[in-house]
């Protein structure tokens, strides 16, 4: 019912930027609040940020200051601009949202496929 493509992930060496996108598609009105997270080999999936449906932003203490959530609510995406990139920051990177989906009802949680970013020293 709810579609969420990420994409922009990839290879970039240490100081560099990448910007993810997260794409809802579906029966759906609007994103409610959304979120990345990002899950590196042998650890636990973290929460990246997030953003409230009004704009509120909140930041993980590991990324604050280099990376920038924010929404494009007339396109249904979420973004994360990440810049300052380092090698700690390798992981596959997930797309978190909560819709209102076409009949009103809200759904919570849907994740995304992810989008892996390699941050090389």
């Known amino acids: 019912q709810v579609q969420l493509v990420e994409s922009g992930g990839g290879l970039v060496q240490a100081g560099g930027s990448l910007r993810l996108s997260c794409v809802a598609s579906?029966?759906?009105?609007?994103?409610?609040?959304a979120g990345w997270y990002r899950q590196a080999p042998g650890k636990q999936r973290e929460l990246v940020a997030r953003?409230?449906?009004?704009?509120?932003?909140s930041y993980a203490g590991s990324v604050k200051g280099r990376f920038t959530i924010s929404r494009d609510n007339a396109k249904n995406t979420v973004y994360l601009q990440m810049n300052s990139l380092k090698p700690e920051d390798t992981a596959v990177y997930y797309c978190?949202?909560?819709?209102?989906?076409?009949?009103?009802?809200?759904?919570?949680?849907?994740w995304g496929q992810g989008t892996q970013v390699t941050v090389s020293s």
């Open positions: 579906g029966r759906i009105f609007s994103i409610n609040d």
């Open positions: 978190n949202v909560d819709v209102v989906l076409a009949d009103w009802r809200i759904q919570k949680d849907c």
């Open positions: 953003i409230t449906s009004g704009g509120s932003t």
